[in-house]
């Protein structure tokens, strides 16, 4: 069963793998890149990828992936759509949905995906990622917003990945307890919660030195890597460091 109890029957050996989620094609293509033979067009890692593309990760297009004859459909329960998903198997294509809220997820969920999915041992790149997480954050804590867009203003909310990788770096999430996970916030809002950072990613919106910053006067800004912050795969070996450094 996938990590959201469906059962997929996948076959015994695995040669041929589409992948609708960027992270995951990243995984795929450092582990067994000889199988991976499509991705989405918002697979950008690693930059020498050369398969097929198949649209975007809410439009994929399901014709394409279908001509393709892929062994497996690697997916996600949020970056991905119910209903493409659905077709897909309806169709036969085996799909293999992931569902990662937190930085232990990530580890459990890719040691299931290449053992039952992709039919092949965990990296060791997975090994490295594990022990760069093992220790337990000491120091001081801060408090954070996160924003992820704006026009409208949108926050990381409850039960994220990202919220917990953060957790882990000693600094928690304001919006945590709120009921949804990507919340609308009005911007007057999140700036009278006066946190102690206010933690600009690159993805999915594109915040810069010049765009985001300007909008928090008086508050502390840090422009991070949204794949370091958001992304389960080969980054998470190198995460904690890099994004210490970025969050000061």
Not at 10 to 29: D, Q
Not at 232 to 246: H, I, K, M, N, T
């Amino acid at each position: 069963m996938d990590d959201t109890g469906v059962a997929v029957k996948i076959p015994g050996t695995v040669r041929r793998i589409v992948s609708l989620v960027p992270s995951l094609t990243e995984s795929v293509a450092a582990t067994v890149p000889e199988a991976l033979v499509g991705a989405t067009d918002w697979c950008s890692h690693p930059a020498d990828l050369d398969v097929v593309r198949v649209r975007g990760t809410k439009n994929p297009d399901l014709d394409a992936i279908r001509r393709l004859r892929p062994d497996v459909v690697l997916a996600n329960a949020e970056e991905n759509r119910a209903p493409d998903i659905e077709e897909l198997r309806r169709s036969g294509v085996p799909v293999w949905v992931t569902k990662i809220e937190t930085v232990a997820e990530s580890f459990t969920s890719l040691e299931r995906m290449f053992a039952l999915a992709c039919r092949t041992d965990p990296p060791a790149w997975l090994a490295e990622a594990r022990q760069a997480w093992r220790a337990p954050y000491e120091g001081p804590r801060r408090t954070a917003i996160i924003p992820i867009w704006r026009r409208p203003w949108m926050v990381v909310g409850r039960d994220t990945f990202t919220g917990d990788v953060l957790r882990r770096l000693g600094v928690d999430n304001l919006y945590a307890g709120h009921a949804e996970r990507y919340p609308k916030i009005p911007l007057a809002e999140l700036a009278g919660r006066e946190p102690d950072l206010v933690v600009l990613p690159d993805e999915p919106y594109a915040f810069s030195a010049t765009d985001g910053p300007e909008s928090f006067p008086g508050l502390t800004c840090a422009l991070v890597s949204g794949r370091l912050l958001t992304w389960y795969g080969p980054s998470l070996v190198d995460a904690p460091a890099l994004l210490r450094r970025a969050l000061g």
